[in-house]
Nanobody, 129 residues
Framework: QAQLVESGGGLVLAGGSLRLSCEAS????????MGWFRQAPGKEREFVAA?????????TRYADAVKGRFTISRDYAKNTFLQMNSLKPEDTAVYYC?????????????????????WGQGTQVTVSS
């Protein structure tokens, strides 16, 4: 059964760092685009970052709000990571890992959540000022 499980969330002071992990099991997620989304209380879910495979490594895409602070990466097995540095209170949200099977290798990841078929249960990130 396809499953994505996030971990690594928690409470951190502004300016601090956290590293989120997403472990995939089931279908061949190694061929999928892997993405991170977040949803803050009272707000819609928003795209954070995504990564696809290419011949020279990974093709990444970031939301403007996190560029230069967050880094997405993945290994060749089943794990996807989101390194979050210089965290701000506005980064507080539930963070979700997701997988998209509709993008061929070598192309840029998609940003819309509706394109992602698999979702994790989410992990809470709270940044205090």
């Amino acid at each position: 059964q396809a499953q994505l499980v996030e971990s690594g969330g928690g409470l951190v002071l502004a300016g601090g760092s956290l590293r989120l992990s997403c472990e995939a099991s089931g279908p061949t997620f190694s061929r999928y685009v892997m993405g991170w989304f977040r949803q803050a209380p009272g707000k819609e879910r928003e795209f954070v970052a995504a990564i696809n495979w290419s011949g020279s490594g990974g093709i990444t895409r970031y939301a403007d709000a996190v560029k230069g602070r967050f880094t997405i990466s993945r290994d060749y097995a089943k794990n996807t990571f989101l390194q979050m540095n210089s965290l701000k209170p506005e980064d507080t949200a539930v963070y979700y890992c997701a997988a998209d099977s509709g993008v061929p290798r070598g192309l840029a990841p998609r940003r819309l959540g509706v394109n992602y078929e698999y979702w994790g249960q989410g992990t809470q990130v709270t940044v205090s000022s």
